[in-house]
Each structure stands twice: as structure tokens, then as C-alpha cells.
Nanobody, 114 residues
Framework: VQLVESGGGLVQPGGSLRLSCAAS????????MSWVRQAPGKGLEWVCA????????AYAESMKGRFTISRDNAKNTVYLQMNSLKPEDTAVYYC????????WGQGTQVTVSS
């Protein structure tokens, strides 16, 4: 299993970013995917999840209405569209295979700052 996150960067409060996670080494279309994040000096925080076919999604309360998870099974990629970003969204973001939580990518840094 290999997960490669990308798309992070520095953005001003209120801005947007779209993260991508390219997956390989397993049958991507069969598995639900999640995004989790880790802010500086804090523990892991679950962000959102999407079912194998994209029909079902779930979000942490603080992300509802601002973040959108999606996937393209033809490209073995899961996305996280983040809008109305806040300084407290600053973190390293990771995608995780729901069934294989022991596998992690390198993450992508998101910094929200003016």
C-alpha cells in the first residue's frame, strides 16, 4: 500500500486548497478512505471519510460545510477540497485507507496564516 498526499501549502484565512492522495498497491475502488490531520503539538484528528463508491461521506463537526471529500476511482485518487480555511486548520494532512489504518503517506502540510 502506498499513499502519496499533495496539494498543501500556505494560504490566507478564508482561502481554499485542494488536497490529493494518490493510492496504489491495493484495489482502491473496494475501500473507503479517510483524511486525518495532525496540528503542531497535538494528536491526530479525524477529518472526514468517503465510502468505496463515493456514495456516502462523513465529516467532523468543525469541517462540515467547509470541507468536501471526493474520489475518482479511475485515477485511484481521493481529494479534499477545503474552503473558508481558518488558522486552526493548520496541520499535516494524511489520507488513510479505512481498512488498512497502519499504512500512512508522508502527509502534506497546510498552513493557514496571514
Amino acid at each position: 500500500v502506498q499513499l502519496v498526499e499533495s496539494g498543501g501549502g500556505l494560504v490566507q484565512p478564508g482561502g481554499s486548497l485542494r488536497l490529493s492522495c494518490a493510492a496504489s498497491g491495493f484495489t482502491f475502488e473496494d475501500y473507503g478512505m479517510s483524511w486525518v490531520r495532525q496540528a503542531p503539538g497535538k494528536g491526530l484528528e479525524w477529518v472526514c471519510a468517503i465510502s468505496w463508491n463515493g456514495a456516502s461521506t462523513a465529516y467532523a463537526e468543525s469541517m462540515k460545510g467547509r470541507f468536501t471529500i471526493s474520489r475518482d476511482n479511475a485515477k485511484n485518487t481521493v481529494y479534499l477540497q477545503m474552503n473558508s480555511l481558518k488558522p486552526e486548520d493548520t496541520a499535516v494532512y494524511y489520507c488513510v485507507v479505512v481498512a488498512y489504518p497502519e499504512y500512512w503517506g508522508q502527509g502534506t502540510q497546510v498552513t493557514v496564516s496571514s
